[in-house]
């Protein structure tokens, strides 16, 4: 496996996706939110690659 660049986040977009975990906790599946955190992490790796 490659190693990746680090992603650094600005302060809005930690802000963002904190908004957009507390609105997926309270609307969202235990299952479906570990898809997306899976779905996520993954992106995040793909991207840094690049």
């Given at each position: 496996?490659r190693?990746g660049l680090?992603?650094?986040?600005?302060l809005?977009?930690?802000?963002?996706?904190?908004?957009i975990?507390?609105?997926?906790?309270d609307?969202?599946?235990?299952?479906?939110i570990?898809?997306?955190?899976?779905?996520?992490?993954?992106?995040?790796?793909?991207?840094?690659?690049?």
């Amino acid at each position: 496996m490659r190693s990746g660049l680090r992603i650094e986040w600005s302060l809005e977009a930690t802000n963002n996706l904190n908004q957009i975990f507390d609105y997926i906790e309270d609307s969202w599946s235990e299952r479906e939110i570990k898809e997306f955190s899976k779905f996520l992490e993954s992106t995040l790796e793909s991207l840094s690659l690049y």
